[in-house]
């Protein structure tokens, strides 16, 4: 029988793939960091899975109000060959980048705006308490039963 450390971690490792699932399913695997910092740790009494903190942005998007940093605005135009044209001429990277942050500043992402557009982690969350609630009951309720077989085999002393 598998231990509880065992189980958490087989529920973390399922946890940790659906996350980097989403994050690909949705295209938000920009650069590849936010699924290679996701990392798990799990102990007897504890689940704990971790990533950078910009898993956050791509849960729940980015509120506007302030403006995102113009050199990863500027890292993404680039990297994506994102150009905005008018009159026929593009008016460069810089401005796009501006322009696009500008965007987000005053309406927010699109995931913020649309959650269903990010990854859910509250809905993954919900699977993994349905995992563990499955497979760390059984554990539970043979550790019960036997100790209760022991108590009644003293009993009978």
Known sequence: MQSIKEILENVGEQLVNEIKSRINDKDLNDTGSASSSLKLNATDT???IKGNRYIGALDKGRKPGKFPPPNKMIDYVTRNGIEFVID?????????AF???????????????????????????????????????GIILNDIKSKVMDLSKGASA
Request: net charge positive; charged share 30%.
């Open 46 to 48: 504890k689940l704990e």
């Open 88 to 96: 026929g001429k593009s008016i460069g990277i810089k401005s796009t």
């Open 99 to 137: 322009l696009m942050g500008k965007g987000i500043s005053e309406k927010g992402t699109a995931i913020f705006r649309d959650h269903s557009k990010g990854i859910q982690l509250e809905t993954i969350e919900e699977m993994g308490v349905k995992l563990i609630k499955k497979n760390v009951s």
